[in-house]
Nanobody, 120 residues
Framework: QVQLVESGGGLVQAGGSLRLSCAAS????????MGWYRQAPGKQRELVAR???????NYADSVKGRFTISRDNAQNTVYLQMNSLKPEDTAIYYC??????????????WGKGTLVTVSS
């Protein structure tokens, strides 16, 4: 069993910042890519940012230059620093982690989501 615990969502004014965290725990042998997706009301879930085990990252065009993804491999944690937030960033943010379990299963796990609301 692998559990993901997300934190850091909330309400912020446009132009403000938030930092999301997602910690993985449980039967983890190793972690591959980690990432963040978001889903706004009435829209499909979309990739926000992703970071490989080697530290390479990629971002959605809409967040480039404003969001930064990072990871702490010792803590099995991925972060998303969100700056210059806009009302259109309002969504539920989900973390996803690629895990090789102690039973050698290679699976993607998802967090339950954390709500980010940006007021204008």
């Amino acid at each position: 069993q692998v559990q993901l615990v997300e934190s850091g969502g909330g309400l912020v004014q446009a132009g403000g910042s938030l930092r999301l965290s997602c910690a993985a725990s449980g039967s983890i042998f190793s972690i591959n890519a980690m990432g963040w997706y978001r889903q706004a009301p009435g829209k499909q879930r979309e990739l926000v940012a992703r970071i490989t085990s080697g530290g390479r990252s990629n971002y959605a065009d809409s967040v480039k230059g404003r969001f930064t993804i990072s990871r702490d491999n010792a803590q099995n944690t991925v972060y998303l620093q969100m700056n210059s937030l806009k009302p259109e960033d309002t969504a539920i943010y989900y973390c996803t982690v690629g895990v090789v379990t102690t039973r050698n299963y290679d699976m993607d796990y998802w967090g339950k989501g954390t709500l980010v609301t940006v007021s204008s």
